[in-house]
Each structure stands twice: as C-alpha cells, then as structure tokens.
Nanobody, 126 residues
C-alpha cells in the first residue's frame, strides 16, 4: 500500500521559512517523479513544484520561483520543499504527489497523478 505522509507545516510570520517533508512508502521511490501542490479554501488546487526521479530536473510555478526549493533524498524515500521568504498568500494546505510518469504529467495533468498525501497546513501571518 502506497503512502505519502507530509510533515513540517505550521504557523510562521511573513518573511520566515519552513521546510516540508514527504515520506513515501510502498513504492520504488526512485522510479517516481514527485511534486508539491497547495489548496486554499475556495480556490482550485495549485501546482507548486516538481522534481524528476534523480533530482536533476525541477520546475516551479511562477508564484514560488526563487523562494521555494524542491529536493529529494532517494535513500530516505523523502521529498522536501524548502520555503523561504514566505508571504501570507502562501497560506494553504500543501500536498505531496507521486507519479511514475514524471514531472511533465505532474505539472500539466495533476488529475492523472497516481498518489497523493493527506496534506499539511501552512499558515503565514502578516
């Protein structure tokens, strides 16, 4: 059974930092592209970042580019999202996603992603 478990969310002041983690189990982690999405009440799910199986290719939404960094440790079956210079508009539930098809699918057709985590709340106060 595949599980993706996010952690690291919380409350932070604007300008601060958080690092999210997503621990994967039940799959061959190095075969999967990984991604992060977020959702705010009343808004559609928003793509944040994605990383390919080796970590050699990453892609970010314009809203987080230059502030967030996605990375992975295949030995630990974990993907990370380092979030710096946080803004109140970054407040959302953040979800981890995994798919063997890789970063293109994750970025362009998230409705086809195989696996999702349960989410972790990030709140940025002004």
């Amino acid at each position: 059974q595949v599980q993706l478990v996010e952690s690291g969310g919380g409350l932070v002041q604007a300008g601060g930092s958080l690092r999210l983690s997503c621990a994967a189990s039940g799959l061959t982690f190095s075969n999967y592209g990984m991604g992060w999405f977020r959702r705010t009440p009343g808004k559609e799910r928003e793509f944040v970042a994605t990383i390919n199986w080796s970590g050699g290719s990453t892609y970010y939404s314009d809203s987080v580019k230059g502030r967030f960094t996605i990375s992975r440790d295949n030995a630990k079956n974990t993907v990370y999202l380092q979030m710096n210079s946080l803004k109140p508009e970054d407040t959302a539930v953040y979800y981890c996603a995994a798919d063997p098809a890789g970063t293109a699918l994750i970025r362009t057709t998230p409705e086809k992603i195989d696996y999702w985590g349960q989410g972790t709340q990030v709140t940025v106060s002004s």
